[in-house]
């Protein structure tokens, strides 16, 4: 076997820093090939309904059309990550039974493609459809009742359930001097990615049907695309220019599939040109997934001493209108509505059920945010009701080595969960604080912020126009934790391939790595431009990446589940490693491909819940401070203390990045962001009306802290950690919220008028 050096933590510069600063990196919506067409999706509009006819004529007549293709183009009209559920197109004529449905406003109906964007535009105004309405289920506890099936072909909305059952509920309750139960209501979240969807496809040089786009797993991309249109997967290329942003958001299809089916059909008519789609901000909301909604009712008892003895949860969360990763998702929420402690006795249901709401899909954290707003909130709960400090109860439940999950199985080594606590607590020095106005639960004013408070406040909060009255503004600390899985869980099949190429005379002079990851914004080009060097032994400038591009590079899975850095660096690592053998064998080039599989996974059992649901996990722990206007409700945060363990900080400067950037957008998740959805329909698709944190919302101070306590099976001991500073925002702000008002809040986003409305409830501010 070959030793492999060891990996420095450098800060390097980003591989694609220039390209991006100077402007010359090209997104898809930037690719402008000659001769090109130009395309408009047109959207059902109809949260539920069935296409009874549909006339292109008017379409058709408008000059500058090319053609307009609908369900009845599309070779196999349906797709789906999960299950194919969904319909590429909406409409009578396609095999598919029940594809003259739209479930979802999102729904796609036609592709029109003409010389210009504008006659595109003016075609799709005109296409002339006939809709017979159907019940419209957007309440998921209605839809759990089957008065109305929404799939015809299903016996229930019920999606998926996932039960635990662990211990003796009776004895657990027993045992528990405290008993706290909630219920809490958890939002929809839009991605908001900087890059609306876009791309161009085309027939390459080989003849392979092309699609250049943004996404996050290119072989699933070509799988998916390669089924719709009934060919070979090898007759299909899928191509990652630079990627604007992804959080989950790209994971699912866009345009991949209705792209694919235009050039094809082109080509058939005898056509060979270049198209482009670019979707405007409004079609970007309303055609992709959110964060699924969710409602939780829950019940935790604990000994006078701070032992949790007792967990009962009912998780139910709204798929939307079809199946994308709510699966997956749930199956993340289930293992983590119980937080990153040993539960001797544990009873959950879980479940997600189909509505006509936008679909729910993957969004960083996957389940996890919403799992950790209600273990956290409940801990703190706890807390505050056996008058033990946070940080304290935290670590008399939190996993450690050997400790058994809900799932009644050891949670794997290099369980990190109660340093990164401690290291978190320490360094935001949460002994040494005062309590905020509400630890007495009165709400008083006796710790009323000063005038320079006030003048900080007036120059910071987003309310620029009313000055605070400093007798209204109120301090507070809160204290939240969790983990998050790395990579597949729940028995997916989980692999990452690498091809390390050796090139040079006597001395290797470049090496060349083939990967399909794709760069999203977070650094993993560089990431693994990092490992690569220090897997082979040469200097980083050596290194040249050919990333994401499925006709040169093999599968490496989604850049999902904080997997790619762990997944990239073994299969890079294996890579190399053989590499470097047929090297010093004398071949030149020196070739490997190496596939890395993990340790297995396992499913839910259907009963009980045991399983092995994941072989690696990162730990994340963090304090918020934060002064409230209990006046108007108004949130400043002042502090962000984030303590994040990622085994092995392969560039630290992209790390803090990433704990920077999640806990902006788990700000917008807690304080900001409100998706608001009626009857089946998003009212809000622009950023004037769906408010996402600016520089003078965002929490004013953010202190990383990266722990470095090596995974025992992580590449020179990283885990992945993109997700985890999310999760444990949301509810550290309500902690810190009750803190300086002692005042609980159950639902998020806390937006003024809700903290007002809640505060005025519990007697707090203006009478």
């Known amino acids: 076997m070959t030793t492999l050096n060891e990996l420095s933590s450098q800060s390097l510069h980003r591989v694609d820093a220039v390209g991006k600063i100077t402007g010359a990196a090209l997104y898809p919506g930037d690719i402008t090939p000659a001769n090109l067409l130009h395309g408009k999706v047109l959207f059902s509009e109809q949260p539920h309904a069935r296409m009874v006819s549909i006339n292109l004529d008017k379409a058709l007549a408008v000059p500058g059309v090319v053609a307009i293709f609908t369900a009845k183009d599309v070779p196999v009209n349906e797709y789906g990550l999960i299950m194919p559920d969904q319909p590429v197109l909406v409409g009578p004529g396609s095999s598919k039974p029940h594809a ?103 027939l390459d040089e080989a003849g392979r049907i092309t699609i250049e786009i943004a996404g996050q797993w290119t072989h699933e991309d070509r799988e998916q695309v390669a089924h719709a249109l009934g060919v ?40 060979d040109r270049p198209l482009r789609i670019i979707w405007s901000r409004a079609e970007s909301i309303i055609g992709h997934h959110k964060r699924h909604q969710a409602v ?7 000994t006078k001493a701070g032992k949790v003895t007792a967990v009962a949860a009912a ?107 401690s290291e978190c607590a320490q360094a935001a020095q949460w002994g040494d604080a005062a309590s905020g106005d509400g630890a007495s639960g009165d709400g008083a004013s006796d710790d009323a912020a000063s005038g320079d408070d006030k003048a900080q406040y007036a120059i910071r909060s987003s309310l620029q126009s009313l000055p605070a009255n400093p007798q209204a503004l109120r301090r507070g600390r809160g204290f939240a934790c969790a983990l998050k899985n790395v990579g597949f869980s729940f028995a997916a099949p989980e692999s990452c391939d690498a091809i390390i190429e050796l090139h040079g005379a006597v001395e290797i002079e470049q090496v060349v790595l083939r990967h399909a990851a794709a760069e999203v914004g977070q650094g ?6 990092q490992m690569t060097a220090a897997a082979v032994g040469v200097a ?17 899975g989604s850049v999902s589940a904080s997997r790619m850095t762990f997944m990239a660096g073994n299969a890079i690592r294996g890579a190399a490693e053989q590499a470097l053998v047929a090297w010093q064998n004398e071949e030149r080039p020196a070739v490997a491909h190496y596939k890395y599989i993990p340790p297995p996974t396992e499913m839910y059992d259907a009963e009980t819940g045991v399983c092995m649901p994941n072989f690696c996990y990162g730990y994340v722990a963090e304090v918020v401070d934060l002064m409230v206007d209990v006046e108007t409700g108004h949130i400043f945060v002042e ?11 392969v560039n630290p400067q992209l790390i803090e990045g990433q704990i920077e950037g999640a806990i902006a957008q788990a700000f917008g998740y807690a304080v900001m962001e409100n998706l608001q959805v009626r009857d089946g329909r998003i009212l809000n698709p622009y950023f004037s009306q769906y408010l996402i944190p600016g520089i003078r919302d965002v929490p004013d101070r953010v202190e990383s802290l990266i722990m470095e306590i090596p995974s025992p099976i992580g590449p020179w001991g990283a885990r992945g950690m993109a997700e985890m500073p999310f999760l444990p925002l949301a509810p550290a702000i309500v902690a810190a919220l009750h803190d300086a008002t002692g005042v609980w809040f159950d639902e998020i986003p806390l937006l003024p008028y809700r903290v007002v409305a809640r505060l005025r409830r519990e007697g707090v501010g203006s009478r």
């Not at 707003?373 to 409940?378: C, I, L, P, T």
């Not at 993993?524 to 431009?529: I, Y």
């Not at 980083?540 to 490496?556: C, R, Y």
């Open 100 to 202: 003259d449905i739209s479930c979802w406003e999102g729904d796609q109906v036609a592709v029109i493609v003409a010389e210009m964007e504008t006659a595109a535009a003016a075609a799709r105004s005109l296409i002339d459809i006939v809709w017979e309405p159907l019940p419209v289920v957007t309440d998921m506890f209605a839809a759990m009742t089957d008065e109305v099936i929404i799939h015809p072909d299903t016996k229930t909305n019920v999606l998926k359930h996932y039960k635990i059952r662990k211990g003796d509920m009776a004895a657990g309750w027993a045992a528990a001097a405290v008993v706290v139960e909630s219920e809490y209501d958890l939002p929809h979240q839009e991605h908001a990615y900087l890059q609306p969807e876009a791309a161009v496809s085309y």
């Open 232 to 271: 070979p997967e090898e007759q299909v290329r899928i191509i990652y220019p630079a990627i604007g942003g992804a959080f989950g958001g790209r994971e699912d299809m866009s345009l991949q599939i209705v792209m694919g089916l235009a050039v094809m059909r082109l080509h058939e008519m005898g056509i």
């Open 296 to 302: 939780v009712r829950t019940k935790w008892g604990a």
């Open 315 to 421: 998780v139910y969360m709204d798929s939307g209108a079809y199946a994308y990763t709510s699966t997956k998702v749930l199956g993340n929420f289930h293992l983590m509505v119980t937080g990153p402690y040993e539960i001797p006795n544990a009873h959950v249901d879980s479940y997600t059920i189909t509505t006509n709401n936008v679909p729910g899909g993957a969004f960083r954290g996957f389940g996890g945010p919403q799992g950790a707003f209600v273990a956290e909130n409940q801990m703190n709960k706890l807390a505050a009701a056996l008058g033990m400090d946070p940080v304290e109860l935290r670590l008399k439940n939190v996993l450690r080595e050997g400790s058994l999950l809900t799932t009644q199985t050891p949670i794997p080594p290099g369980v990190s969960m109660a340093e990164v606590i």
């Open 524 to 529: 993993t080009h560089s990431a693994l431009r």
């Open 540 to 556: 980083v400038e050596q290194v040249e990446l050919v990333m994401s591009d499925t006709a040169v590079t093999a599968n490496s």
């Open 639 to 649: 502090r962000v203390v984030c303590a994040d363990d990622v085994g092995k900080a």
